[in-house]
């Protein structure tokens, strides 16, 4: 049983050494309780619980304290992907959901399993998500003050490896920031969340950068044709070198590898294999 989990990327230069060290404690006590309850629940279950906290907490971009696009509003984005099951399902720009990562949860027993805008909004309702606004104050003022590109890149994701074997990955983001309304964001496609019984991965970083490599999806496919995750992640970031993609991956295998990459230093990370390690 095995979890690694990611926080986005945080900036050198922008970050002050308080909020480091406030990041590497939330993603120390997720990532515990993470390993935790994945004694006592799937890799889907446990990618959707860790997931869920990370968007609970407003030091991350996504679910409360997610980036304003710009028009002001936030609209969020996630998806799940079961391994064993090779279901996918996500929500693209969903607006007014506290946790939109169980809200594609939701979506994996349906049959039309990605949804966005309205329709995803609607979908929620009727099954029980309240209306919650998730703008907190510390985003809104860095909108005020047109400062997004300071903290952007702070999306959220998990990987975990079941006592079954099983494989899960799940990723959550509010976006880019600024970004045009309703631009649609890796998180809830298949190059920024994917996974097989082999292996699964998720990713942040820019997003067009991820979907230029189609990068959850090649590095996963790499590992089914034989790689290691390792060797399958050094390829793929290897090759958006060519147009300096910007890019963090983690992942796990079915046969217990874990590993995780980034194009630029600084993706904010954790993982529980043996032992509990968080990025410094
Ligand atoms: N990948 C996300 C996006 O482009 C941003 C991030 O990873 O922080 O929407």
Redesign the pocket.
Request: proline share 0%.
């Given at each position: 049983m095995k979890v690694i989990i990611h926080g986005?990327?945080f900036s050198e230069s922008n970050t002050n050494q308080e909020t480091k060290r406030a990041k590497q404690d939330a993603m120390a006590q997720i990532c515990e309780a993470a390993h935790k309850y994945l004694q006592t629940h799937t890799a889907t279950e446990t990618a959707m619980f860790a997931v869920a906290l990370l968007e609970d907490h407003e030091l991350f971009?996504a679910g409360y304290g997610s980036q304003l696009q710009s028009d002001g509003k936030v609209r969020l984005s996630a998806a799940v992907m079961e391994g064993h099951t090779q279901r996918f399902a996500g929500v693209i720009n969903l607006e007014e959901v506290k946790n939109p990562i169980h809200v594609a949860g939701k979506l994996l027993a349906v049959d039309d399993r990605v949804l966005s805008g309205e329709g995803a909004q609607k979908f929620a309702r009727d099954h029980g998500f309240d209306s919650y606004n998730p703008v907190s104050e510390q985003r809104l003022k860095e909108y005020q003050e047109k400062r997004n590109q300071a903290n952007?890149?702070?999306?959220v994701g998990c990987v975990a490896l079941d006592r079954d074997g099983n494989l899960a990955a799940a990723t959550s983001?509010g976006?880019?920031g600024f970004e045009i309304p309703c631009r649609v964001?890796?998180?809830a496609t298949v190059a920024?969340n994917y996974a097989d019984r082999l292996s699964a991965v998720s990713?942040?970083?820019?997003?067009e950068d991820?979907v230029s490599a189609a990068l959850a999806s090649r590095i996963v496919t790499r590992v089914a044709d034989g790689q290691t995750l390792k060797q399958a992640m050094e390829r793929s970031f290897s090759e958006m070198k060519a147009y300096d993609g910007f890019a963090g991956a983690i992942g796990i295998t079915a046969a217990g590898e874990i590993f995780h990459m980034d194009s630029h230093p600084y993706m904010v990370w954790a993982s529980f294999d043996i032992n509990l390690q968080v990025f410094s």
């Open positions: 986005g990327f971009n952007r890149l702070g999306t983001t976006g880019k964001s890796d998180s920024g990713c942040t970083g820019v997003g991820i």
